[in-house]
């Protein structure tokens, strides 16, 4: 298995537990570490035949953006269920942080998962 990673992602959402927490857009950090099976791709060089980094980067953004949760539980499994729209991700990793909230310290959030809806390379054609 083979490994996509794309750290970094910063998007601005309302999610907290606290009193005036989702009152405000405030940052929050994702990180996505993927596993797939890459070999396709490596043999024909194709963009179509890989995870697009790009559309990965939208879903990831748009699964945080488009609800608002207590829990940074919740906006991880949100992401992961983005993350889990293709199916050659055979499993994935999220870490969402929320760096703005607490004074020299980023709570964050991991969770990993498989997916279920996962069909190989084989599988596939």
Same mark, same amino acid.
């Given at each position: ?26 940052? *929050? !950090?994702?990180?996505? =570490?993927?596993? #797939?099976?890459?070999?396709? $791709?490596?043999? %024909?060089?194709?963009?179509?035949? @890989? ?32 993350? *889990? !729209?293709?199916?050659? =991700?055979?499993? #994935?990793?999220?870490?969402? $942080?929320?760096? %703005?909230?607490?004074?020299?310290? @980023? ?19």
């Amino acid at each position: 298995m083979d490994r996509i990673a794309l750290r970094g992602v910063r998007v601005f959402a309302r999610h907290g537990a606290n009193p005036g927490e989702r009152d405000h857009e405030q940052a *929050f !950090e994702i990180d996505v =570490i993927l596993d #797939a099976d890459l070999s396709r $791709a490596i043999v %024909s060089d194709e963009i179509d035949d @890989t995870v697009h980094y790009g559309d990965l980067h939208a879903r990831v953004a748009t699964a945080v953006r488009e609800r608002s949760h207590a829990l940074l539980e919740r906006v991880a499994a949100d992401v992961l269920d983005a993350v *889990f !729209e293709d199916e050659r =991700i055979a499993r #994935a990793t999220v870490t969402v $942080a929320k760096p %703005s909230i607490l004074d020299g310290a @980023t709570p964050s959030v991991t969770l990993t998962r498989e997916n279920s809806r996962y069909r190989d390379a084989g599988e596939r054609e």
